[in-house]
């Protein structure tokens, strides 16, 4: 660890200790002013300490937890809930986060078993029956008194008012979490978001907000649930483990949750942890980690409690995938058909193991619905490898100087005025599409991308240089670009001495300027331009970026008109006829050699040397032509591309999904669910061995020859 980076943890730690103690202190102040009605703490200290807080949350987002005081609004919802002592403190986990922490407490914590169980994201509760009967529920407060929610808590499906049985125990506390299932989550939020309220940042809050309602009619109408992970005091209670207490819970009536399990290894817990790392999201609540339990309540009661802690349990965190962080500013992005999308762009945060400063907002009517205005704290939500997302703002966090974003009305990129491109579309669009520096430069960007002309030296930098530098003034010109246009830019130059070079007898491409020659990449960029020339005809049909056609439309068209001309010529309704191809698409095609610019680039690449026309390969025997083809599975000699193109050359049809259209299925190595299907439907199967003689000798070759 470097010391600047053990430097920066230290502020954090000092931050966070900093956090607890006025947390703490606030949190005791507002029990003793609203609960006991003895204040113990003057207004003045009171609201010095919640600045000093909210402060210290404005400076580190991350500490501003949904148990912050900050975050529970005003007196009104805590006069509202009386003051409950529970029987038996409310304990808390130690946390880890690593396969060596868990293999030193597991070492520590005895020989197993360990119950395992996931770790629901959502509140702690307390329940105190009494002869079997409901008496209060109680929310966690600091461990020792909480809030009575009993009102809201009976309204709660799946929370027994009496317990099941004649043996129940005279007294029992059942500890457990409320949650909000995360699908019931998403739809009341865009049902509060209708209703023009704010919605929650996630279901933990959804559950706590759904909780600590005045009107338990309002918690009864959200479909909140509880699963049981333990017990406080007891009397009556005859079990010896804790997989013991969950068998006669769920006898009594009380949920437990059917996915605790209790294991006898070490690796067995490392298996557990693992599974439900990759299906955290199968699980129908929000889950941060897995606890593990000692099993046998002896050997709980050997190991003991620290001050806060059990040392029989510990929780193994996942990353989080909901980090705050602060919303320094919306802009605007414009993409390659001009479309205006706003972003968010964000003090950098790491989340699910990457840092993340910028997330898009799609369109002004998402970065309404979501309510985050620039200066909000807001939840950033990363799933996996899921793009990042702006969930919603920290509306607590607010200090007043957070402003609304207004979409711009003219391009950021050129200054055209913008516009929708049809009445009642949602997004806008810069009409200035032929020299927008935006669009052309994404432009760029595609048509050299691997399913265009395949100009691996020409990047989204490269492209902005060209730009920037004013050689390009739309894509028409790329072919005519020259060593010495290139040594006009940074990103495609070297600076060397004239003498050096002199010294070295080096003879560079394009010569010297100014003590500049091009770098490799910008000799790259020059050959990969000349090699682009010949690529065949459906690549530079890609490159167009016209509307919808990509590679599959853009080979359909090479195949069946051979030229560029040819296409140009074609009628719609001749290009609609094309396999593959379609009456949206032919419109598109239509449309885009209707605009002169479009035209004139056509031509100026024809005249700079590029390819118009693909070679009537004779010597390829159209061994497919008329059968349907899917590969599927990795095979020893030939890429993806390269099966793809085999196939297509030779008139056939290259398919990524089995039907019973497909006329054969070539099957490689870990191929997975299309194999199964080709089998189901009884479609014929070849190894790579069959698939070249298919190539050629078509059908026959390979009748009664299938894998
Ligand atoms: S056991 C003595 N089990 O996580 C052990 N807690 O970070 C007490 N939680 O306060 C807790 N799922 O509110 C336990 N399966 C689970 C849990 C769980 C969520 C919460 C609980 C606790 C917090 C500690």
Known sequence: MTDEAIGSGDDLDEARRQWSE????????????YGADAPTSSDEAYDEAMRALQALEQRHPELASPDSVTQKVGAATITDFAPVAHRQRLLSLDNITTDVELTTWLARSGEGPWL??????????????????????????????GENVTHNVRTIDGIPHTLRGDDVPAVLEVRGEIFFPVAAFEELNAALVEAGKAPFANPRNAAAGSLRQKDPTVTASRPL??????????????V????????????????VSPLYKVLETPEAVEEYIAHYGEHRHDVTHEIDGVVIKVDDFPAQARLGITSRAPRWAVAFKYPPEEVNTKLLDIRVNVGRTGRVTPYGV??????SGSTVEM????????????GVLIGDVVVLRKAGDVIPEIVAPVVALRDGTEREFVMPTHCPSCGTELRPQKEGDKDIRCPNSQSCPSQLRE??????????FDIEALGWEGAQALLAEGLLVDEGGLFELTAEDLLRTEIYTRGAKKQEIEDRGEAPVGGVKDGRVLSSTGEKLLANLEQAKSQPLWRVIVALSIRHVGPTAARALAQRFGSMDAIRAASLEDLAFTDGVGHVIAESVKEFFDVDWHVAIVDQWAASGVRMADEVDESTPKTLAG???VVTGTLPNFSRDEAKEAILSRGGKASGSVSKKTDFVVVGENAGTKAEKAEQLGRPMLDEDGFRKLLEGGPEAVAGAEA
Not at 26 to 33: D, V
Not at 128 to 144: C, H, P, Q, S, W
Not at 240 to 255: C, D, H, I, K
Not at 443 to 452: D, E, P, S, T, V
Request: charged share 20%; aromatic share 6%; with cysteine.
């Open 359 to 370: 997330a898009t907002l799609h369109n002004t009517h998402e970065v309404k619905r979501k």
């Open 22 to 33: 006025l947390n703490e202190m606030l949190t005791k102040a507002q029990q003793a002013y």
């Open 240 to 255: 010896t483990s804790q997989s013991g207490t969950y068998e006669q819970f769920a006898a009594w009536g009380l949920p």
């Open 627 to 629: 059968l349907t083809v």
């Open 346 to 351: 964000m003090e950098p945060v790491v989340v």
């Open 116 to 145: 395992c169980e996931v770790k629901i994201d959502g509140l702690a509760i307390n329940l105190l029956y009494l002869d079997g009967d409901l008496e209060t529920a109680a929310t966690r407060g600091d461990g020792r008194v």
């Open 225 to 238: 649930q509880m699963i049981v992970h333990g017990v406080g005091e007891r009397d009556g209670l005859d």
């Open 443 to 452: 432009r760029l960007f595609a048509l050299a991308g691997r399913g265009g």
